[in-house]
């Protein structure tokens, strides 16, 4: 960033012309702000020179300014010798500045400087326009004009127009006006009945009935998400290496879709997808809503803790990034490594909103039943009442089992495994009949099963039953303590695609680690070295809770720290194995644990630490069913048996019901404890800072960008004020981005045309007054989208002609001030939906779970994606269905310019390319549509002129002229209909919105 | 700020390229370039620099030794073994004395032509976060690589080919995929585009379907008739007859592509010379003939892969973590030929000295094997902080070696050479000050070389 600053003219500061001596706040306070502060500022000054302080500049003793006199200032010494700015003089204007200001007293103003204080011709300052308080502007009056129908919208427009001496165009052509607006709001071409009936309904209100049913269609939300999609970088994988699919994401995108159709206030459009999951936990769209903060991509192979930690600022600066575009037009993530160079925005800005969202975290979850939550607590309150029954008749019975097992003393009773295995006896289950076989390099001795490190392991038959929240627990010796890798117990599916182990030294020497496929549910304990387990067997469990905690004990103790996985695995009875001295199959490699098992359990539960801590204690003692059976009188066994089996029915249930409930599973935000953000100089993990609290940009006039949080208040505190903040009312920026968003689809280019940036580096404003007015009326029409979409369409600037004129090409050949409709090539899904619908092949289908026309290859866990045609009737539904991976080649849709979702679009490119025409003219799709759009043409139309007349019809809503019409019926008689209906979709009349 | 780039077109050839550079760079080209154009061979995986450039004799001697460094290596699987002596024998190679390994044999051969930089430097050791800073001088995706770079800068000498074509390895894409070659948010016609084997070599080069040739030209002539009506109707507008001439331009990449991919004509001494015999070197041998076709016919930069993805086994690209010698063995058998003899013909047809050849790779090995703490094992992990990568031709110093790791090979020691450093060398030479090679996006005038990047000047002749 400092290089780019430097290549851009700056000339600004002498633009003042100084009879006066030159003024402190505007001039010089700049250029010391860029050009000298990035070191001579802050807590530790280059050469303890701090110059955006008076005190600094003026230093008793050693001052860098004498006032009046340049020759006896360092400062000026300096500067003049050309060594200051180092490697980048100062220009001589600026240096004929400073010295002036020296000669003339140097008069010190506002201490410290703010560099933000004012804009300068090389940045904005807290005066930036776009950071204003939104004043609703006087409309102007309407000039004298043949135009029947002037809107506020046309009147700003005019008022423009005119000072150029430029006017509107006439009204467009009623099928062109139609055509247009049809694609405009819902993205798919009016049907010939519908144009025909537009250009008969002479009514005042033909026009405004037509936008109203658009807007009524549900295609709107379909047509419009797309455009929001672009703009959040809405993928469905998780790009970088393995690119994984996000099955669940679609939930996002069929809300988008929805929240559009049903008009959501976009104030709460806004808070929803910031807060949704803690504003309305128990709504499950509010949930959905969420999978915004995590719409990007995400690194799943982190490798080690430093690469993992700098990973997570870099996807921390990501989401700023995404936020702050989105919402608020302004660039905040490049504010973490410095004050921004451009925008008023410092660094501590950046860290306070990354600690806003420093809760963020990617995944699926289970999206809220209300009615489901009621029952499941219910079900859980009856579980948890009969099994207390069953402890109070059980415990005297378990106590006695164990006193008679030598192991009476026990204060705590040893929770109930649902396995457990002694192989200082042999390998069977005690309990149930998972009896585990030795294989390869495996085999029992006194010490317990014994393990060679190469190919020996045990072996379980498949669970008999579903297993999520569990326990794994060993007792285990070690043959060496610098092993990477081994499992000493494992729960896996029979391939070992899946699995949950105890893993020892495999990330971090001789440390125990939760080993899991692809390391997802990895992280380190942070516990300490082993020390002991080559000597001595050490017991060792990993409790797995449903939620996704996970949590390792050591001899009973808690081992470093527990942690918050991407959830828990639901393992299929039937579909699960348990196996011992081996992380997960196939054998081989470091996966293989050298040493020896004595004792090992598996329990369906999270232990608590208690209960860990008696099962350790316990040396291995533990009760089943039928010794506590023995010790029971007949009738307590039965009563035993009853609550036994109710215990076990509830458990069903309640498993069951928390499946189903789960099966709703939704791409969102997962929360993360966010922890402490902590100011980071250069950007760097190894320079910490101060503590940063949660807390919004400062240089947005209007809410107060102090949350009055705690840097260590909880996640959703952060996000419900960070919602409430950016949504305020009084947040100008809020409502003039996304008006002018809107803007931009409806005319290809907005008012600002850098719809992301209303920062310094983006555009200015074409019509300044009009983008507030705007944006003031949609704040007082309550957020509405759609009142905002027909204010814009039925203006009279939306409904002029697009036909070029000569006058205004030579006043403003860009078209900014709207003296036409400009003309412009749908986009590439546009482009595909059109063809579906033209052919008849369109399934119209709203909502739901989309379509992929990739074929996915998965290689050892990466997806790769590669584009094909699929042939039916789920595949030829809408674009904004189809799968959309990150770092895809999309065929011939990316010729047209749909994007790659690994990166914002606020603005689609617009390219015309060799490539483009050939996938048009040659994909297997567009040939295949044209193929149906013949079939069509020829089961409505007898004769090849009136097939040709039929076919005008369909493709571009009106009839052909002569000489079309000679072409087309020599080409159709020459080749077929099919070659005609192949040029049709290839024509610019089709693709080209006028 | 000028921004409306939407009529612009890809085949606008040297003028349009001017322009391009023009507005949006906000310069002209400051200097004449070295480098026309440039093919660069990346090697996925990580290739090991101590096996193949740079000659360690210190960690030879120190071969079965602790590291014996203060601080825990952050490598990737957290395993620092004994340190290893290369698997292959280094020696000095041609006039120039150049240290290269038996690694390479057929490599050592054009060592007078080589410049290598011995001290590369990259910001991640995770593959595809390195493969994409290698490409886009980012860590993520979606930013346009170095050849999108050069098409936007500088166009296609041809108006029938891309300005940017990747050949990916035969056995698969890298990770990352398309990723690797994306325009970013550079306009699309900046993408490379990649050349397939057979009748088709790009996608959609032909109807999916068969379609009479009467058909087909009757059809294109109704199309453009069609559009001159239309044209006429709608005041001549300047996007509209952009799109015509698009179609004419496709017609013309109908011929010039299927005629730049037939290596039927090459004589079959070349071809053997290239390794087109060998079941080995087929593959590459193939990619880097058309390679050198496709920069003879005006393209202005070829990726050509070594490595296909990172994961599987046996592995499919340079990622030793298991066996330094079987791996790299294997690797290098299937492109040290082709490569050689790529230079040779480059030379031969007088195309080196305005050709630039790259080699590189997104990160090197450890010094130290990848095993227990105690053990000399057979692989070794990845390892960002030294490696070498090499460039061959147009306006580079040849049969040197620049920079230098410490005595074993682990850090570099001397002239790092971050991406952004390479980046800014490569476009120095095609002629690009990159600092002024601009694109505006989402508040930033973005640059390949972000806010970084010094011209390595001592490797320039």
Known sequence: ?994 | MHLDRRDFFWSASALGAMAALHQFGGAKPHHSPKAKRAIQISLVGGMSHIDSFDHKPELTKRHGKPLGSDTKPDVFFGQVGLLRKPDWEFKQRGKSGLWVSELFPHIAGVADELTVINSMTADSANHTPALFVQNSGFQFNGYPALGSWLSYGLGSEADDLPAFVVLPDGRGEANGAASNWSNGFLPAQHQGVVFRGGDSPVRDLFPEKAIPAGEEKDSRAALEKLNQMHLERSGSEGALAARMQSYALAAKMQLAVPAVADLSKEPAKLKTQYGFDDAKTADCARRCLLARRLLEKGVRFVQVYSGGPIAGSPRTSWDAHESVKDNHGAEAARIDQPIAALIQDLKQKDMLKDTLVIFTTEFGRTPFAQSAGNVVGTGRDHNKYGFSCWLAGAGCKPGTAFGATDEIGWKVAEHPVAWYDFHATVLHLLGIDHEKLTYYHNGINRRLTNVHGEVVKDVLA
């Open chain 1, 1 to 994: 960033m400092r290089r780019l600053l430097s290549l851009i003219a700056l000339c600004s500061f002498t633009s003042i012309t100084t009879a006066a001596p030159p003024d402190f706040d505007k001039q010089i306070a700049p250029l010391l702000a860029s050009r000298c502060l990035d070191c001579h500022s802050g807590a530790k000054p280059k050469g303890k020179l701090d110059l955006s302080r008076k005190t600094g500049a003026f230093a008793v003793g050693t001052p860098a300014v004498v006032p009046g006199k340049p020759a006896n200032s360092p400062l000026w010494e300096r500067v003049a010798a050309g060594e200051m700015p180092p490697k980048k003089p100062l220009p001589e204007a600026e240096q004929k500045l400073l010295k002036e200001w020296i000669e003339s007293g140097a008069k010190w103003g506002a201490d410290p400087i703010d560099p933000f204080r004012f804009t300068t011709s090389t940045r904005a300052g807290y005066d930036w326009w776009a950071l204003q308080p939104l004043a609703r502007p006087k409309v102007p009056e309407t000039p004298n004009t043949k135009h029947q129908t002037l809107t506020v919208i046309d009147r700003f427009v005019l008022a423009k127009l005119s000072g150029k001496g430029l006017s509107l165009s006439p009204e467009t052509a009623r099928r062109t006006l139609i055509r247009r607006v049809y694609f405009d709001l819902i993205g798919l071409p009016p049907t010939t009945e519908e144009v025909d009936a537009f250009v008969k309904d002479k009514g005042a209100d033909a026009y405004e009935k037509v936008v109203d049913k658009l807007l009524a269609s549900s295609h709107y939300g379909e047509r419009w998400a797309r455009h929001w999609l672009d703009v959040v970088r809405y993928g469905e994988t998780d790009g970088f290496e393995r690119n994984t699919p996000r099955q669940n994401s679609w939930h996002y995108r069929d809300w988008v879709m929805r929240a559009l159709n049903t008009d959501l206030p976009y104030d709460e459009f806004a808070r929803l997808q910031l807060a949704g999951d803690v504003l309305k936990p128990n709504d499950p769209d509010a949930v959905r809503a969420t999978g915004f903060l995590v719409a990007s991509v995400h690194n799943t192979v982190l490798g080690n803790d430093q690469m993992r930690a700098v990973a997570r600022q870099d996807e921390l600066e990501d989401i700023v990034g995404g936020v702050g575009q989105t919402f608020l037009g302004l660039t905040a993530n490049c504010a973490r490594c410095h004050d921004h160079k451009f925008d008023p925005i410092s660094q501590t800005d950046f860290y306070r909103l990354a600690s806003a969202l420093g809760g963020v975290g990617f995944g699926e979850r289970a999206v809220p039943d209300a009615k489901a939550s009621v029952e499941i607590a219910k079900l859980a309150k009856e579980l948890d009442a009969v099994a207390k029954e069953l402890a109070v008749l059980e415990e005297p019975a378990r106590k006695a089992v164990l006193k008679e097992k030598g192991m009476g003393k026990l204060a705590t009773v040893a929770p109930s495994p649902v396995a457990a295995w002694d192989f200082r006896k042999s390998g069977d289950d005690l309990i149930g009949k998972l009896h585990a076989k030795p294989t390869g390099g495996a085999n029992f001795t006194p010490g317990g099963a014994t393990l060679d490190g190469k190919t020996g392991l045990f072996r379980t038959p498949p669970l008999p039953f579903d297993l999520s929240a569990k326990t794994l627990e060993a007792w285990v010796k070690l043959d060496s303590l610098t092993q990477r890798g081994g499992g000493a117990i494992s729960v896996q599916t029979p391939d070992g695609a899946t699995f949950d182990a105890i893993v020892f030294g495999e990330n971090e020497p001789a440390r125990w680690m939760a080993g899991s496929n692809g390391f997802v549910r990895y992280k380190s304990f942070g516990g300490t070295e082993e020390k002991d387990a080559a000597k001595e067997h050490v017991h060792f469990a990993v409790a797995f809770a449903a939620d996704g905690t996970i949590i390792g004990y050591r001899n009973g103790e808690l081992y470093g720290k527990g942690y918050a996985s991407k959830g828990s695995v639901a393992f299929k009875a039937d579909k699960t194995v348990v196996v011992f001295g081996c992380r997960h199959e196939p054998v081989g490699g470091n996966k293989m644990l050298a040493g020896t098992v004595s004792v090992a359990r598996l329990y369906d539960k999270a232990l608590s630490l208690e209960e860990v801590r008696a099962s350790f204690t316990s040396g291995g003692g533990f009760v089943t069913d039928a010794e506590l059976d023995a010790k029971l009188a007949p009738e307590q066994r039965a009563t035993r048996s009853t609550l036994r089996k109710r215990h076990d029915a509830l458990a069903g249930q309640l498993g069951t019901l928390r499946q189903r409930t789960t099966g709703g599973k939704t791409y969102a935000n997962v929360p993360l404890a966010p922890g402490v953000t902590r100011f980071l100089a250069r950007g760097d993990l190894a320079t910490p800072g101060a503590v940063v609290a949660p807390g919004g940009l400062s240089a947005v006039t209007g809410p107060r960008a102090d949350f009055d949080l705690k840097p260590d208040a909880p996640d959703a505190d952060r996000r419900r004020k960070l919602a409430e903040w950016i949504t305020a009312p009084n947040n100008p920026l809020f409502a003039r981005v996304i008006v002018n968003r809107v803007w931009h689809y409806h005319f290809g280019v907005g008012i600002v045309e850098t719809p992301n940036d209303f920062g310094f580096n983006g555009g200015r404003p074409s019509h300044p007054e009009l983008l507030d007015w705007l944006a003031s009326e949609f704040v007082e029409r309550k957020y509405s989208l759609k009142a905002l979409h027909k204010l814009i369409v039925t203006s009279a600037t939306y409904r002029q002609a697009s036909a070029p004129r000569k006058d205004a090409l030579a006043i403003d050949a860009d078209n900014r001030l709207l003296w036409r409709y400009k003309p412009h090539r749908l986009e590439g899904e546009a482009v595909r939906d059109a063809m579906l619908a033209v052919s008849g092949l369109l399934n119209p289908e709203v909502g739901g779970k989309g379509f992929s026309d990739y074929k996915i290859r998965d290689f050892n866990g990466t997806a790769y994606f590669d584009p094909f045609d699929p042939i039916g009737p789920e595949f030829h539904r809408r674009s904004v269905y189809r799968f959309t991976p990150r770092g895809a080649n999309q065929g011939w849709l990316d010729t047209l310019d749909c994007p790659d979702p690994a990166a914002a679009a606020p603005r689609r490119a617009i390219t015309t390319t060799p490539l483009q025409a050939l996938g048009l003219w040659n994909n297997g799709f567009a040939l295949r549509a044209a193929d149906a759009f013949a079939v069509r043409v020829a089961k409505d139309a007898d004769g090849a002129e009136k097939q040709v007349r039929r076919a005008w019809q369909l493709a571009y809503q009106r009839d052909p002229t002569a000489d079309e019409l000679k072409l087309a019926t020599k080409l159709v008689t020459d080749h077929g209909l099919k070659s005609l209906c192949r040029v049709l979709f290839n024509s610019n009349e089709f693709v080209t919105v006028e």
